[in-house]
């Protein structure tokens, strides 16, 4: 197996997302059992956020209100996806010896462009670079509002790619179809026409009170009823417009 890098950084390090075709890149990426792994897109810090779909917060039912918040959360709730847990398209996920499935968080990854601190909500688009696919793998828990890094930053456990598509090319990034398939099967359809804070505005919030530098990744939040896979599938993620991610999950040992 061989990489297939993009040229997404010019020397300050700051993202160029391609203005090539979704359909360029994915039919690089797309060829065949044998084809080429690409490196991930970025490397900056990649932050996840928790239930920002409509649905995985109604999901919560009563829980939403028992202590310690006692209310649904009033702000973004964000996690670090670290380095070492990000990967690139076709690139095999490794599952721990220790657990026997992984929960499959598809999400679409907005990749930041210009430096964004207390960004006002009408401005906030303009500071994106451009969209890619994440799958937010986490270990299954019950965990909701303080997931252990044990549960979610695992080796591997952020694969994400295979291209930055430029802003320009996907202007409706609230009203995105997102699929995931297990071995061919679609399991999960969601849309970020679901999310509580869209796209111009969860960047807004978060901004208010932390920087974000070019290169790194917000994510918009998982659907409710996240699928699960296990060592030997394939799990591929569409987001309409941006892309197809697709890993294969191995047992711990091999590659």
Request: with cysteine.
């Amino acid at each position: 197996m061989f990489m297939l890098e993009q040229s997404l950084a010019h020397p300050q390090g700051e993202p160029l997302a391609t203005e090539a075709s979704v359909a360029h890149w994915q039919a690089l990426a797309s060829t065949g059992q044998h084809g080429p792994a690409f490196v991930p897109p970025t490397r900056g810090t990649v932050y996840g956020t928790l239930l920002n779909h409509r649905d995985a917060l109604a999901a919560l039912g009563d829980q939403v209100h028992a202590a310690p918040y006692k209310a649904p959360p009033k702000a973004p709730i964000l996690y670090i996806k670290p380095r070492n847990t990000v990967i690139g398209h076709r690139v095999p996920v490794v599952v721990p010896a220790d657990v026997t499935e992984l929960e499959i968080g598809a999400t679409l990854g907005i990749v930041i462009g210009r430096t964004a601190s207390r960004v006002a909500e009408a401005e906030a688009l303009a500071f994106v670079a451009g969209y890619t696919v994440v799958n937010d793998i986490s270990v299954p828990h019950a965990s909701v509002y303080r997931p252990s890094m044990r549960f979610k930053c695992r080796d591997g456990f952020c694969p994400m790619g295979p291209a930055i598509v430029a802003r320009a090319l996907v202007p409706t990034p609230d009203a995105l179809g997102i699929a995931v398939a297990i071995d061919g099967e679609t399991v999960q359809r969601s849309s970020t026409a679901g999310l509580v804070r869209p796209v111009a505005r969860l960047i807004a919030d978060v901004t208010e009170f932390m920087t974000l530098f070019p290169g790194d990744v917000l994510t918009v939040g998982v659907a409710a009823g996240a699928p699960r896979a296990r060592a030997g599938q394939t799990v591929t993620i569409t987001i309409h417009g941006v892309g197809q991610l697709e890993n294969t999950l191995v047992a711990g040992g091999q590659s």
